[in-house]
């Protein structure tokens, strides 16, 4: 255990680490080989908690469902093994989107893994544009994984647009929601965040949770990113980001160049959802009233 871990443990604190990666397209080998180095570079630089884009095994743009089934994985691959064993002697844990093998069907995935293994996948449920073309979506509800730095929620991408499935996982217990994302680049405001950063954050303040989102890199077809990973407090503010190409300039958000965004987090500060003394972020929730039908006057 490194003196940066040693010291995360006897604080309480946590390091979060989104890796921004540039995986190529249906070159699995590849692809392994720069997620499997992401994170020994992240647990090198003390990282408890790394997350990687989605489907960063297998690139993103695909031109056929062949070519997506060419890089999909089950979780018995020997990618999984060789993870938790560089994961062995500490307590890292990793959250990384995948192309994953359904058998007669594909997912667009994320597994958390640690050193005892897989300990969860989740299929995502909102699937973005062409990815209709390849994958099924998901039917199942997101986990919230319990790790020895806390409760580790999980959507990927496009599931964070919509408000339930935050609150879902707030509502679970998740202390951090680890999204890993391919956020296509489409054009913005000067000087503003690129939208999906600001839905983020704002799905961060809505629920008192900490967020980490990994985006990618590279242009992949022609497509490039947003380059937006970040890693957000349980207010809503950023905590660390990656600039993308027309990105912000905030002090204390890390350069494009670096690819990577972390921070030291108190993620136990989530379960407290007091934002004054009269109000609490789910205690003052109406499901009551969500429930009733709205009134066309």
């Known amino acids: 255990m490194t003196a940066g871990r040693s010291a995360a443990a006897k604080t309480g604190v946590t390091r979060v680490v989104c890796e921004q990666l540039a995986p190529r397209v249906g070159d699995l080998t590849h692809n392994k080989g720069l997620a499997l180095d992401a994170v020994r570079r992240a647990l090198a630089d003390g ?9 960063v095994t297998s690139g993103y743009v695909f031109e056929t469902a062949e070519e997506a089934r060419t890089t999909a994985i089950a979780v018995e691959d020997s990618f999984f093994s060789d993870l938790s064993a560089v994961l062995a002697g500490t307590q890292g844990v990793v959250v990384l989107g995948f192309c994953q093998d359904g058998g007669d069907t594909l997912y667009n995935s994320a597994a958390v893994v640690d050193a005892s293994g897989v300990r969860a996948v989740y299929r995502k449920t909102h699937l973005w544009d062409r990815e209709t073309l390849f994958f099924t979506p998901g039917d199942r509800t997101p986990p919230v994984v319990d790790t020895a730095h806390g409760r580790i929620g999980v959507l990927i991408c496009y599931d964070l647009e919509f408000a ?54 590279g242009v992949e077809r022609g497509q490039q990113w947003t380059q937006g990973t970040a890693v957000i407090d349980q207010f809503g503010w950023l905590a660390s980001a990656v600039t993308g190409p027309t990105g912000p300039t905030a002090s204390g958000v890390a350069s494009a160049s670096e690819q990577r965004a972390a921070a030291d987090l108190f993620l136990h500060l989530s379960r407290d959802k007091a934002i004054s003394p009269h109000n609490d972020l789910l205690g003052d929730r109406r499901p009551d009233i969500y429930t009733q039908e709205t009134p066309l006057l």
């Open 47 to 55: 990282a408890d908690i790394v997350v990687l884009p989605e489907l």
């Open 164 to 217: 339930e499935m935050p609150r879902r996982l707030a509502l679970a217990g998740a202390d951090l929601i680890a999204v890993p994302t391919n956020w296509p680049l489409v054009e913005h405001p000067a000087g503003q965040y690129p939208a999906e950063i600001i839905q983020a954050q704002s799905a961060a303040r809505a629920n008192g949770v900490f967020i980490a989102c990994a985006d990618r890199s």
